[in-house]
Nanobody, 119 residues
């Protein structure tokens, strides 16, 4: 079983930066692909980006490409989301998620952390 806990959400002005953290604990927490998702009020949850267990390769949604960066520290079992040049449309609850590398579905989810970007 894997437990995920996000932190770092805050109120920030447009153009600002914020770094979210996702701490993983439980069984072999570094052996999972991990991802960030977000959900804005009244909207469906959307994929933000992910980082693989093997090789640490990353991929991002077009809406955040060039502004957001995902990294992970397998020694502390923590994943990060560095968000720069924030826009009001980035306002959402941000969730971290994890999956076994050879599976398609993300089975493990955190509780979420609120990011609000004011204009």
């Amino acid at each position: 079983q894997l437990q995920l806990a996000e932190s770092g959400g805050a109120l920030v002005q447009a153009g600002g930066s914020l770094r979210l953290s996702c701490a993983a604990s439980g069984r072999a927490p570094s052996n999972y692909d991990m991802a960030w998702f977000r959900q804005a009020p009244g909207k469906e949850r959307e994929f933000v980006g992910h980082i693989s267990w093997i090789g640490g390769s990353t991929a991002y949604a077009d809406s955040v490409k060039g502004r957001f960066t995902i990294s992970r520290d397998n020694t502390t079992n923590t994943m990060y989301l560095q968000m720069n040049s924030l826009k009001p449309e980035d306002t959402a609850v941000y969730y971290c998620a994890a999956k076994i590398p050879w599976e398609t579905a993300y089975d493990y989810w955190g509780q979420g952390t609120q990011v609000t970007v004011s204009s």
